[in-house]
């Protein structure tokens, strides 16, 4: 019998490979057009599935849920936001933000980002699901990921209509649009939100709502700036996300730019101790 088949064999350690779910989407900073494209890694996908199939149950959704349908009214979109959130912030993310339309440089600028996400985790290689039409010319596109390090296994692109893990990475990548338009002025961060838990009514500003529910899912650095209990409890540890979970290719001046990223640059972490 060959090695490791059967019962009661242990099979040697297998190398690790992690698996990402993209979506794109628009936004304008400072007056240009940028393309991002999102992406999500699940700590769990059987249980992302559950509650995208128990949210879908519960607005009599029996197909696509997409950050800007207007099939939905108002408070079923509220409901699935309230719904996913959790799911999201169960998640790791990463943002890609490019000047103009470029939705392919855009995956090629993601795909180095989730390298040097693997190669920060020791991981030995991903796989990743785009949506359909990010990528428009695969030769190119294989040529350029051929040296990273550690690489592409594989990647594969489909209708978001039938994948709903690429549903709820397309909902990842609409709120973090959401926060840069606040950052942007264009919608106001103390908009009341109404929250409904077990028959109970309860309202956040716009702003808040979205960072208690993602402050956790993007990709950063955690800088704890130490204990020092004469001046408080707390010194405030932040997640820097710019270079890591949030990476910006833009002509657009420093100043408006990090106005635009107020929302996504940092993001207060709370007392870590």
């Known amino acids: 019998m060959p090695p490791h088949i059967g019962a009661g064999h242990n099979l040697p350690p297998a ?11 628009t936004c304008e900073i400072a007056g240009r057009m940028h393309t991002l494209i999102g ?3 699940f700590s769990d996908q059987s249980e992302a599935l559950g509650r995208i199939l128990q949210c879908k149950r519960e607005v009599g959704a029996s197909d696509e849920i997409k950050w800007n349908s ?7 979109r509220h409901f699935i936001s ?9 998640t790791v ?3 890609i933000i490019r000047e103009g339309n470029d939705k392919q440089a855009s995956a090629v600028s993601l795909m180095n980002q989730l390298s040097d996400y693997c190669r920060s985790l020791r991981s030995d290689a991903y796989v990743i699901t785009f949506d359909k039409n990010i990528v428009r010319d695969s030769r190119s596109f294989d040529s350029q990921l051929s040296e990273l390090q550690p690489g592409c296994m594989g990647w594969s692109e489909v209708d978001s209509a039938h994948n709903p893990l690429i549903q709820a990475a397309d909902l990842f990548c609409g709120f973090q649009k959401l926060r840069i338009d606040i950052g942007e002025g264009r919608v106001n961060p103390n908009r009341l939100v109404v929250l409904e838990s077990e028959g109970n009514h309860q309202e956040c500003e716009l702003s808040w709502y979205l960072f208690a529910g993602l402050h956790y ?3 950063g650095r955690v800088h704890d700036h130490g204990w020092d209990p004469p001046k408080s409890y707390c010194n405030e540890p932040l997640k820097h996300n710019l270079g890591y979970g949030v990476r910006v290719f833009s ?3 420093r100043e408006p730019l990090l ?7 940092r993001e207060f972490m709370g007392c870590i101790r």
């Not at 190398?15 to 989407?25: K, L, M, N």
């Not at 309230?82 to 999201?88: E, N, R």
């Open 70 to 76: 207007k099939k939905f009214t108002r408070e079923q």
């Open 217 to 219: 899912s993007l990709w």
């Open 251 to 253: 002509t657009v001046p």
């Open 93 to 95: 993310g990463f943002l």
């Open 259 to 265: 106005s635009a990223l107020t929302h996504l640059d």
């Open 82 to 90: 309230d719904a996913l959130l959790p799911v999201l912030n169960r």
């Open 39 to 41: 992406a999500v890694e």
């Open 15 to 25: 190398p690790i490979v992690r698996t990402f779910y993209a979506e794109d989407s």
